[in-house]
């Protein structure tokens, strides 16, 4: 059966206001921008995730190595009790002590098929199975991601922000985002691109923008007539899904009035390398400035970061740390060997390097609440209460590549849905929890919800037992 | 372009002992179930091959949106307009061209429309492309802009095009002086139709759309032909000729694909396209990689050159095919590499042919780059790994994760054995055909240089390894690589990543009895890789199409 598309009615309105904002008379100039883009600007109430992953697993204790990640008892977390524990790499959220849920206990479910990070990347936001075809490296997730789902469901007209910090590799490169059963999106690893698309036109003179925006209206309805007659002919059902993302991903106008960076921040997006290890640090803290931009623009509510390869193999240099030295391949520091193997020369003080590499990597999150602390909402609040982030890993532990106790690291509340302020193991001294539930937790106070308006609590594989988990929920949450 | 990259394994996994069985042929034939492998029952023969269900509208590769551009306009080099493109996914071909994966995501979307209007601005700018794209028509409207429709369209959709392909572009330029008002009406309405027609869907897509016979075939039509031809040999759009040839409805007759297809294999734009393809499948850019100690930073950078020298050498220059290229005895050096082979001589920064021992040296994986682009203890398992994917095609089940075992040995095949070799649980990929492929290797440090000994033991370079025909023995590299010669897996194996980069889809079913065939003349005559090519577009494999399972009606 043939299905024929219908033409979407511009219903978005124009909406100018914020610092550095002018006013325009242009009732017709189609913009999502709602909200100023300066820190103290009003924001949106709508609640948000993003998702940030490391890759390697973290210095957790296992395999005879002293603990450097986890604080050293569960129960509330304070400012000061984390900064006490310098040798334990989540004092550095200290300053955000009362916004932090550190979630222990949670595991992945199912095997990986042939490659340890591709699986638990492939896993780690879809709670799904791992592809039997392809299989190994090129192995893929069977189900939809937690951050595409967010977008589908609160944010339909844009697909969710994906970025990705360093080089490709060609072995394992992007892991983390779904559009469905093996549809993997590709990560945008240069900010300026990101950006680009975000704001790209926002610069231009008025007049300016509204002539391009004539001209789009006018190709993009040549355009959608010629999509719209391949669509009514007789297409496979692969063709027809290809040939209806392309139909939908046709956009009229989007300029992001108002919402763009500091001009020397700009000017710094514009001039770096992203593929450059020494970069690496500077690029995350530009996907972090553009990943609050566009959230307190209202440009997404659901965005994904990954940091270096499927594997990441970066060799990090950490100011402070070993004279600044260049530190061996991040996987190979992970396997504590010169190897990316199982034999090598060992690397001296690898697991200590593997915990400073976990800090490093917990300052870019920090940076991440930083950013987004820096905006109000409309509701007064700091940004960052009405959503949530979340720092997690493809892996447990490095050297044992298990799919245990993976870490899952939030802040911001979701406007008091969540409890934070406190680290929980969510094992109880019992076994460990599937991760789907902790998706279930956090696509319901994000406000996703069911078909019959019910709190989401099915996400993942169908064969995962559902619910969620109640350790993660406020006692007073507005929505459970 | 996702694949098997050895320096960055993946981790234990690849080095740990894998289970189950080498390779899952199919072991039932069925005529009519397009699934199954004609060849299965043994019997082979290229008519029976059955052609793939492959998309209807296959969408271009980003390296097919350049190549495209600069024909379209004639430009001396691709506009690069694509370097800012959303990557694509990766596919399960080893290249970066599977159609299978290759769809317009919104992020493409809005790529695609700025690299439209930054060819429409470059044509506003650029008087001699303006004139170019101009010259000939006619000096009034609305002549000319319908005569400038018809003609760049033809090209750009690659086809002939409609009455009703063309009225909304004419309209559409009708409003052009209101979309440039600073530039002349000419122009303007040039523009506009530039950069609407690089965001059709005809653009942007190859149609192999048409009615399917009663067995779900589709019989690709003279222009379908031209683009697929192009495409495959060239990855571009169809030349002049090509177009002629396919209006002259010459594709689909007699020998004339076979004509038009030798024809431009003896393009420099093929030239590039079988570059590509050795440079992707043996993974030289990863040769960049390699370090060396006591040796000149950009080392890595030599030998990469070094290789792609000698393919040039091998299979453009002396129309070699995979026996050449896997056995020849010789290779480019300069003065930073020849001292790895032992070279004497004087040599200057210019890589130079010489001629090596034939003793020690056989083509390109024995040369530096390969060696040292898989280094270290675990070197025997990246080089068998590498050479069972994309040199046998051998099917390597995946391994278990488990914690490391502890290796023992004096010699480095002697750890490698002591977990994955006979009697460990790695005994079935590992010991059949991982480390076989691997050991022979084991006669060169891991800067590719000649070595007798490893831990002051003598090396032992013997191993067997059971091809399709048979279990061969052989000791030391060169010998590996006359016996993968003499192999029909290596031959088979080429052509299928032939097929697979060329066609840009990944191996089915249904190709075996075109491959196979092609193999075996590889094997006994040599066939040179334009002779492979020729092989592969001259079948039915390339004339017609399958229908894609559901493919639905009104």
């Known amino acids: 059966m043939s299905k024929k598309t219908k033409k979407k009615p511009i219903t978005r309105r124009l909406f100018l206001r914020g610092a550095g904002t002018v006013a325009l008379g242009l009732p017709f100039l189609e913009t999502f921008s709602r909200f100023g883009s300066r820190a103290g600007a009003q924001t949106p109430t709508d609640s948000f995730a993003v998702w940030v992953r490391q890759g390697n697993g973290v210095a957790q204790a296992g395999n005879s190595e002293p603990e450097r990640y986890w604080p050293r008892a569960t129960g509330p977390l304070t400012t000061a009790g984390l900064a006490a524990e310098s040798d334990r790499a989540l004092s550095e959220l200290a300053p955000y002590a009362d916004k932090i849920l550190a979630v222990a206990g949670l595991r992945f479910a199912f095997p990986g098929n042939g490659c340890g990070h591709s699986g638990g990347g492939n896993q780690c936001l879809t709670a799904a199975r791992v592809s039997e075809t392809p299989s190994g490296n090129e192995s893929l997730a069977m189900g939809e991601s937690v951050d595409n789902r967010i977008a589908r469901e609160l944010h339909p007209e844009r697909e969710p922000l994906t970025l990705f910090t360093g080089r490709k590799s060609g072995y394992l490169p992007e892991v983390m985002s779904y559009r469905g059963p093996l549809d993997l999106r590709a990560g945008e690893n240069d900010p300026w691109n990101a950006y680009m698309r975000m704001t790209g036109l926002a610069g231009m003179d008025v007049e300016v923008i509204n002539r391009i925006r004539e001209r789009r209206l006018s190709v993009n309805d040549l355009v959608r007539d010629q999509m719209s007659d391949l669509l009514s002919g007789d297409l496979s059902t692969d063709d027809r899904r290809r040939l209806d993302l392309h139909f939908s991903s046709i956009r009229d106008l989007e300029v992001l009035m108002g919402c763009n960076l500091p001009d020397m921040l700009e000017m710094e997006v514009d001039g770096i390398d992203p593929l450059s290890e020494g970069n690496y640090q500077r690029v995350t803290e530009m996907h972090n400035e553009i990943i609050a931009l566009a959230i307190s623009c209202g440009y997404v509510r659901s965005a994904t970061l990954q940091l270096g390869n499927g594997n990441d193999g970066t060799q990090h240099t950490i100011p402070g740390y070993r004279g600044g030295a260049q530190l061996p391949r991040f996987h190979q520091i992970s396997h504590r060997i010169y190897s990316d193997g199982s034999e090598g020369d060992p690397i001296e003080g690898a697991q200590e390097m593997h915990g400073e590499i976990d800090k490093m990597h917990l300052r870019l999150f920090r940076h991440l609440i930083d950013r987004l602390s820096a905006y109000v909402a409309d509701t007064g609040e700091p940004l960052i209460d009405r959503g949530v982030v979340c720092m997690t890993n493809d892996l447990g532990h490095g050297i044992s590549h298990t799919y245990n106790n993976v870490p899952f690291i939030f802040a911001g509340s979701c406007g008091g849905n969540l409890d934070v302020g406190k680290y929980v193991d969510v094992r109880g001294g019992g076994s460990y929890v599937t991760h789907n539930k902790m998706f279930n937790t956090i696509l319901s106070a994000v406000g996703v919800r069911k078909a019959d308006g019910s709190l989401v609590d099915d996400f993942g594989d169908s064969s995962l037992e559902g619910g969620f988990v109640p350790e993660m929920i406020a006692a007073d949450a507005p929505d459970f | ?554």
């Open chain 2, 1 to 554: 372009m996702l694949r098997f990259h050895t320096t960055l394994l993946a981790a234990l996994a690849t080095l740990l002992a894998c289970e189950g069985t080498i390779g899952a042929p199919p072991t039932t034939t069925d005529p009519d179930d397009p699934t199954v492998d004609p060849c299965a029952d043994g019997v082979c023969d290229p008519d029976d091959a059955f052609p793939a269900a492959t998309s209807a509208y296959p969408r271009l590769s980003h390296g097919q949106y350049e190549n495209t551009l600069r024909d379209l306009f004639g430009l001396a080099d691709a506009p690069g307009l694509s370097a800012s493109f959303e990557s694509d996914p990766s596919g399960t071909t080893a290249f970066d061209n599977d159609s299978t994966v290759l769809q317009v995501t919104p992020n493409l979307w809005a790529d695609y429309q700025g690299a439209a209007e930054a060819m429409a601005d470059m044509v506003l700018a650029d008087a001699e492309l303006y004139g170019r794209l101009t010259d000939g028509l006619p000096g009034t409207e609305p002549e000319r802009t319908q005569a400038f429709a018809e003609r760049f369209l033809r090209r750009a959709f690659r086809r002939p095009v409609t009455a009703d392909d063309v009225q909304p572009f004419v309209m559409l330029a009708t409003q052009a002086g209101t979309h440039y008002p600073d530039a002349p009406n000419d122009a303007a309405r040039v523009a506009m139709i530039v950069q609407a027609a690089l965001q059709s869907p005809h653009f942007l897509y190859r149609d192999e759309s048409g009615e399917a016979d009663d067995d779900g075939l589709v019989a690709l039509n003279d222009h379908q032909l031209a683009n697929r031809l192009s495409y495959t040999l060239w990855d571009s759009m169809p030349d002049a000729e090509l177009f002629r040839a396919a209006e002259a409805g010459e594709l689909t007759e007699g020998d004339g694909l076979r004509t038009q297809a030798a024809r431009m294999l003896d393009d420099a734009k093929a030239a590039t396209k079988i570059r590509s393809f050795h440079h992707k499948l043996f993974d030289l850019a990863h040769y960049e990689d390699v370090e060396l100690e006591g040796f000149p930073a950009d080392i890595g950078h030599t030998l990469r050159a070094e290789a792609e020298a000698f393919v040039d050498d091998v299979v453009l220059e002396n129309d070699g095919g995979i026996r050449e290229l896997y056995t020849a005895p010789y290779s480019y050096v300069n003065e930073d590499t020849a001292a790895l082979y032992g070279v004497e001589g004087s040599f200057g920064p210019e890589l130079e042919r010489v001629d090596l021992d034939p003793s020690q040296r056989a083509g390109l994986f024995t040369q530096p780059g390969f060696i040292a682009s898989h280094d270290g203890d675990t070197a025997p398992i990246h080089r068998g790994i590498f050479i069972n994917l994309y040199v046998l095609c051998t099917t390597l089940p995946a391994p278990p994760v488990f914690d490391p075992p502890t290796l023992v040995g004096e010699t480095r095949r002697e750890r490698i054995d002591s977990i994955t070799g006979p009697g460990t649980c790695g005994a079935t990929c590992h010991a059949e055909a991982i480390n076989p492929i691997g050991y022979p290797f084991e006669t060169f440090d891991d800067f590719g240089r000649w070595r007798t000994e490893d831990n002051g033991l003598p090396i032992n370079a013997a191993a067997s390894f059971s091809f399709e025909e048979g279990p061969v023995g052989f000791d030391g590299p060169v010998a590996l690589a006359e016996a993968m010669a003499e192999s029909l897996d290596a031959h088979r194996c080429y052509a299928q990543n032939w097929l697979e980069y060329s066609f840009g889809r990944p191996l089915q079913p249904g190709d075996s009895p075109v491959i196979d065939h092609i193999a075996r003349s590889s094997r006994s005559d040599d066939l040179s890789v334009k002779e492979i090519l020729v092989g592969l577009v001259d079948s039915n494999l390339f004339r017609n199409r399958r229908l894609q399972p559901e493919e639905d009606s009104e």
